[in-house]
């Protein structure tokens, strides 16, 4: 059974450029999480889904960040324009579902794209 | 807003010694989860904890849950070196949003 997919696994680009991390959940899961990890920051949420709808966005930067999830087998993390503090390993992470109580709340983490902006 | 403290950051231990990591929370949760991210991988699940006082094991882990829920800890006993990686507890506050995690405690372990 596949676990949640990204991509690109490593992303090279310089300052200015639209960068776009893609993640595909876990089939059957209902919520998609992005976050950011950095030595500094630790692991940052940036954005949450439930069923395809943003929840909680209040961790992204800055209105460089955008996230979509058009279905519930994709989602998007874009960064338009990048700058050199944005380089970090961004993960997504699913779970079946987030509803308290509901027994699905463990989060399962793609392996990273690991951005790099110089 | 709430905060996830986790000591120590670093802990370095022969091999066979025990290790133990701290998680603090500035709010109430309603639940903890513990996470192991080995280098260059991914935060992988090790278990949740609901209950007051919960104490769960896996093997040689131990990890309880604090009365008040507001603190957890993860025991290892007799450290191997496949123990080595970063420790994450991760806190859900009784609002039921997101989860917060704490900055981790990487373990490195000497043969």
């Known amino acids: 059974d596949a676990g949640v997919i990204q991509s690109p696994r490593h992303e090279v680009t310089e300052m200015g450029q639209e960068v776009t991390l893609r993640c595909k959940p876990i089939?059957?899961?209902?919520?998609l999480f992005w976050y950011r990890q950095t030595m500094m920051r630790g692991l940052e949420l940036l954005i949450y889904f439930n069923n395809n709808v943003p929840i909680d966005d209040s961790g992204m930067p800055e209105d460089r960040f955008s996230a979509k999830m058009p279905n519930a087998s994709f989602s998007t993390l874009k960064i338009q324009p990048s700058e050199p503090r944005d380089s970090a390993v961004y993960f997504c992470?699913?779970?079946?579902?987030?509803?308290?109580?509901?027994?699905?709340?463990?989060?399962?983490f793609g392996p990273g794209t690991r951005l790099l902006v110089l | 807003g709430q905060q996830v403290m986790q000591i120590p950051q670093y802990q370095h231990v022969q091999e066979g010694e025990d290790f133990t990591t701290y998680c603090n929370s500035s709010t109430t949760l309603s639940n903890i989860q513990w996470y192991k991210q080995r280098p260059g991988g991914h935060p992988v699940f090790l278990i949740q904890l609901v209950k007051s006082g919960e104490v769960k094991k896996q093997k040689r882990l131990t990890f309880q849950f604090g009365e008040a829920k507001k603190n957890s800890s993860l025991h290892i006993t007799a450290t191997q070196t496949t123990d080595v990686g970063t420790y994450f507890c991760?806190?859900?506050?009784?609002?039921?949003?997101?989860?917060?995690f704490g900055k981790g405690t990487t373990l490195s372990v000497s043969s």
């Open positions: 991760a806190g859900r506050d009784q609002a039921g949003t997101a989860l917060i």
């Open positions: 992470a699913s779970s079946l579902s987030w509803l308290k109580g509901a027994g699905g709340e463990t989060q399962y």
């Open positions: 089939s059957g899961h209902n919520s």
